[in-house]
Nanobody, 122 residues
């Protein structure tokens, strides 16, 4: 059964760093992993995506140059390294799977993790 599991959320101070992990139950296949976040009262926002068939990545403007997405195919894991965190980054973060290439549209993703809370506060 296809399953995604996120980890790495927590409480950090502004300017701090955190690394989120998304591990898939799939050990092979052509799929992309995207990261999304949703804060209370806001729409779910696409923040990054990585294509498992290449090194193509994308980032939302709000996180560009601060967040880095990467993958370790041998571990079936995608990471989101978050640096220079701001209070505005406080949100619930989700990873999601899409067959083949990346997308920034929620409806294009077929499987979602349970999410992990990231809180940036002093």
């Amino acid at each position: 059964q296809l399953q995604l599991v996120e980890s790495g959320g927590g409480l950090v101070q502004p300017g701090g760093s955190l690394r989120l992990s998304c591990t898939s139950s799939l050990n092979s296949g052509t799929y992309a992993i995207g990261w999304f976040r949703q804060a209370p009262g806001k729409e779910r926002e696409a923040i990054s995506c990585i294509d498992y068939n290449s090194d193509i990545t994308n980032y939302a403007d709000a996180v560009k140059d601060r967040f880095t997405i990467s993958r370790d195919s041998a571990k079936n894991t995608v990471y989101l390294q978050m640096n220079s965190l701001k209070t505005e980054d406080t949100s619930f973060y989700y990873c999601a799977l899409r067959w083949n290439g990346c997308s920034n549209h929620r409806n294009d993703f077929v499987s979602w993790g349970q999410g992990t809370q990231v809180t940036v506060s002093s």
